[in-house]
C-alpha cells in the first residue's frame, strides 16, 4: 500500500509541471530504465503463507515502427514469490529473476501507451522458502525452481513528465505465467518509476541537387 500511494504522490508531483508529450515516429528510438517493484497476486491463508513487494530494476528499449505503434524490447532482474496450494496447504518460495520480454507498443494518446509482449524469465540461484505449511519429504516444488519460466506481459505506460531528450515515465503490467504448476500462483502486478532518454531519431532524406 505504501508503494502504491509513494507512486500516485509522484504523478501529482510531476503532474503539477508543464510538459511536452512525445511524439512517436517512424525510425525514433527510446529506452528506458528505471526502479521496479512487484508482487505474486495471492490473497494470502489463514496458516499466515503471503506474498510481498519486491523490489527489483528495468530497461525497457523501444523502437518506433509509425506515429501509432513501436517495437518494444525489455529486460528485468527482481526476485519472485511462486504459492503452491495443496489441500489448503501452502508453500511459498522466492527466487532471483532474469527476465527477457519482446512484442509492440501501441500509441493510445502521446502520454498514455500499451503494450503487449512475450517473456521468458530465467531463476538462478537457490530458491528461498518464505513459507511452508507441507511436512518434511512431501516433495512440493513451484516454478521457483525451474529454470525457465514463459507467459505474457499486458503494459500500461504513462508519460509523467518530460524536457528535451528526458521523461519520467510510471509503467504498470500484469504479467500471466503460462508454465504454472497445478495450483499455483504464478501471475504478478509490477509498477516501473524510471526515466526515457530520447536516443535517436530517423535521418531526413537528403534531396540531391541536380548538377547542371
Keep these: 500500500m505504501r508503494v502504491i500511494i509513494s ?7 510531476f503532474n503539477s509541471s508543464k510538459s511536452f508529450a512525445y511524439e512517436p515516429k517512424a525510425g525514433n528510438i527510446t529506452a528506458t530504465l528505471g526502479a521496479l517493484t512487484t508482487r505474486t497476486i495471492f490473497d494470502g491463508s489463514t496458516s499466515g503463507a503471503d506474498t510481498g513487494y519486491l523490489g527489483g530494476f528495468g530497461l525497457i528499449a523501444v523502437g518506433d515502427v509509425s506515429g501509432v505503434g513501436s517495437l518494444e ?33 501501441w500509441w493510445l494518446t502521446s502520454y498514455l501507451s ?13 530458491p528461498e522458502i518464505v513459507h511452508n505449511d ?15 519460466e514463459y507467459g505474457f506481459d499486458i ?4 508519460e509523467m513528465w518530460s524536457s528535451g ?3 519520467v515515465v510510471l509503467d504498470g503490467r500484469y504479467s500471466y505465467s503460462v508454465t504454472a504448476k497445478q495450483n499455483e500462483y504464478a501471475n504478478s502486478y509490477a509498477f516501473l518509476v524510471g ?18
Design 165 to 167: 531528450r528526458y521523461a
Design 155 to 158: 503494459s500500461s505506460q504513462y
Design 134 to 148: 507441507f511436512p518434511d519429504g512431501e516433495g512440493v516444488t513451484t516454478s521457483a525452481d525451474d529454470t525457465t
Design 7 to 13: 507512486i500516485l504522490l509522484l504523478i501529482l508531483l
Design 114 to 126: 500499451a503494450s503487449l509482449t512475450f517473456y521468458s524469465a530465467y531463476s538462478f540461484g537457490s
Design 73 to 105: 524490447l525489455s529486460a528485468f532482474y527482481t526476485k519472485k514469490e511462486f504459492v503452491r496450494d495443496r489441500d489448503a496447504m501452502f508453500l511459498v518460495t522466492r527466487s532471483q529473476v532474469a527476465q527477457v520480454n519482446m512484442g509492440y507498443r
Design 195 to 212: 526515466v526515457r532518454y530520447f536516443i535517436q531519431e530517423k535521418a531526413p532524406k537528403k534531396t540531391r541537387t541536380p548538377n547542371f
